[in-house]
């Protein structure tokens, strides 16, 4: 599918049809995923991948009895990642075979700085605005890979956490559930190109 | 070009070669960025599109001299919008054209209540979460139109303000230099599969 008509045909699917993602194609969907741009690159996400029926009706309950969440074939759940200093550990790692030694010995000294500059509101802040630019990703890549999806800021974020035994690093963001719709689009409602731009 | 491909060959460009994107080009730029969702459908952004020499190079200094902002083509300054109670009227026109009255009346009660049960600290937080679901769509629809783009947190949102003469309801989140790329991309580094999802 065409980019554009992706961007046209995805919409925020209400309810789901039940029929599983097939293991290849969520593969596929993960790989994409990771292709998300992010701050300094440093990936500030994790995120839980929910198929047990009995965990997604706890879930269901948490979230406002929304059909979404119960009826979907998986149901990812965007965490940002407030343990930067993992992120930046792992980052040296990989850096440090790419880059000449000093080149990347002088990013992540960079990083922890920028890091260190931050207090846990910014970092929380920080770290969940760049985990919608991956959901925003995973939403386009579903379309393409023949499936729909949802985005979701509406459930309780501590129960969650809770359900989901999340360590206190994590915090659920936003969560998609994703899978084949039972339910038919509505005509998209947008601003007009001169209210957005100037 | 496919989307798995757009996904792979975007990256941040950090040097244009100062071509001009053309008008017809930056149109179709424009309405796919306008199809992005977001919360309650809200559309909570303003994106300023500077192309004057003289602005580019006053944003420039605002931006740690990096020279993606001087040799692009456009430069989109991605802005939360935090006049909320604006969009609501705004979706309320269009709402009305579309939903029963009784049905758009309860949803625009709702979006009411949601607006005013926030702090202008977590209304800015909200907004400025949204605005990287309409970069990133940004960032792909770019490589899809055939040109290239970049993703910038560094630079100085006052600053911006000052040069760009913003209004106080608008405040500078993202921004995005697009235009013909004059540098060549590295090889992706990204976190495993095994590291993000679990």
């Known amino acids: 599918m065409d980019f554009k008509e ?52 706890e879930l269901f309950a948490a979230s406002y009895n929304q059909e979404q969440i119960r009826t979907c074939s998986h149901l990812l759940v965007f965490c940002a990642e407030l343990d930067i200093e993992k992120n930046i550990s792992l980052l040296e ?63 309780e974020p501590e129960k969650y956490s809770k359900i989901l035994k999340l360590p206190p690093n994590l915090i659920p963001t936003v969560v998609v559930p994703i899978g084949y719709a039972a339910d038919k689009p509505k005509p998209k409602i947008r601003f007009s190109k001169e209210e957005v731009f100037f």
Chains 1, 2 share one sequence.
């Open 6 to 57: 992706i961007l046209e045909k995805r919409y925020a699917t209400k309810l789901f049809d039940g029929r599983k993602i097939p293991k290849e194609k969520l593969d596929e969907l993960f790989k994409m995923i990771l292709l998300s741009p992010s701050s300094y690159n440093l990936q500030p996400w994790k995120i839980k991948v929910v198929e047990d029926k009995k965990i997604k009706e």
């Open 93 to 155: 790692k990989e850096l440090s075979k790419k880059l000449p030694e000093q080149k990347a010995k002088a990013y992540v000294q960079m990083l922890k700085e920028f890091s260190a500059s931050m207090s846990e509101e910014q970092k929380k802040n920080w770290a969940q605005k760049q985990v919608y630019i991956a959901m925003q990703t995973t939403l386009l890549a579903a379309k393409y890979l023949g499936f729909d999806s949802c985005p979701m800021e509406g459930f």
